[in-house]
Nanobody
């Protein structure tokens, strides 16, 4: 069982920055651990934002956030981070941390993940 707790959401003006964190606890096997950030805007489906393989640091991003968002992990603290810069109003959503044990690759579908956090709201005003 893995527990995930997000923090760091809030209200920011367009062009601003926010840093989201996800604290992971429980029985975690780091060699195959893969974690990701998803987001869900009102009336829309939950979508993949960025993911990372814990052992190698390999990352993947949704095209719309490339160059603006950076996903990283701190193995000593079991923490996943999403640094979001140059935020746009269309980035407004509830952001979720997710985890799965994957033998290879970084899943980009909701069904590809086993554990989820409760979500944190990010609102970007124009």
């Amino acid at each position: 069982q893995v527990q995930l707790v997000e923090s760091g959401g809030g209200l920011v003006q367009a062009g601003g920055s926010l840093r989201l964190s996800c604290a992971a606890s429980g029985r975690i096997t780091f060699s195959t651990n893969t974690m990701a950030w998803f987001r869900q805007a009102p009336g829309k489906e939950r979508e993949f934002v960025a993911g990372i393989r814990w052992s190698t640091g390999t990352t993947d991003y949704q095209d719309s956030v490339k160059g603006r968002f950076t996903i990283s992990r701190d193995s000593a603290k079991n923490t996943l981070t999403l640094q979001m810069n140059s935020l746009k109003p269309e980035d407004t959503a509830v952001y979720y941390c997710a985890q799965v044990y994957a033998l290879s690759g970084i899943p980009s579908s909701v069904t590809g993940y086993s554990y989820w956090g409760q979500g944190t709201q990010v609102t970007v005003s124009s």
